[in-house]
């Protein structure tokens, strides 16, 4: 019951709360960003798979510049993220945008992370259950190691909470977050800025 009718009216009621608090912050933030991101513009908006592998685009603060080499390709994530948008990322300010996922029901606060539509034909039958359930802001597998845990492991911790969803287990996910956003832990993978692209299993 909790997971089908319940989570959905608590995500709502709190995101309505926490947007009208966080208003004036995040409207200081996105001032600061135009500046940063060197006319890059502040928001980055990208196509995400959701509830049932159904098409949305996912709202956050950008965090790098546009710039580009001598041919026109964008330089590697690691040149572009400026300092501004490696602070933001460390304390997951970037993914507050995504509140209003969740009032749209896109998203859920508590779920797997949407990952890229191109991944949906590389899942294992098993793997593709995490879309069993609306895609959080954060989730079982960000609290147990976001980035810097492997894909299989991420997917085992994505299926084993679509099992498992449950007020008691979504409010212990939203502590453990704010515990890991403080210490800034687990935000970067062992050999990238972000997290390298999934490839399949084999």
């Not at 990208?46 to 026109?72: A, Y």
């Not at 990238?192 to 299993?201: A, D, K, P, R, W």
Request: glycine share 6%; with cysteine; proline share 4%.
């Amino acid at each position: 019951m909790y997971k089908h009718c319940f989570k959905r009216i608590i995500d709502f009621g709190i995101t309505f709360v926490t947007l009208s608090i966080l208003i004036l912050p995040l409207a200081i933030i996105t001032l600061w960003l135009h500046f940063a991101n060197k006319g890059a513009g502040v928001f980055f908006t990208q196509e995400r798979p959701g509830k049932c592998g159904k098409i949305f685009r996912v709202i956050k603060f950008k965090t790098m510049t546009d710039e580009r080499n001598e041919d026109g390709i964008l330089l590697p994530d690691e040149k572009r993220l400026t300092k501004l948008g490696k602070f933001i990322r460390s304390t997951s300010i970037d993914e507050l945008p995504q509140l209003i996922n969740v009032l749209k029901g896109d998203m859920s606060l508590i779920g797997p992370r949407p990952l890229l539509p191109q991944y949906l034909p590389l899942y294992s039958e098993e793997q593709a259950r995490r879309h069993e359930v609306r895609p959080g802001i954060t989730g079982w597998a960000q609290v147990n190691g976001r980035n810097a845990i492997s894909w299989t492991k991420k997917f085992e911790l994505d299926v084993w909470y679509v099992d498992h969803c449950s007020f008691l287990l979504d409010m212990e996910i939203l502590f453990m977050t704010i515990k890991k956003v403080f210490i800034r832990e687990g935000i970067s993978s062992d050999t990238s800025v972000t997290m390298e692209l999934f490839t399949g299993n084999n």
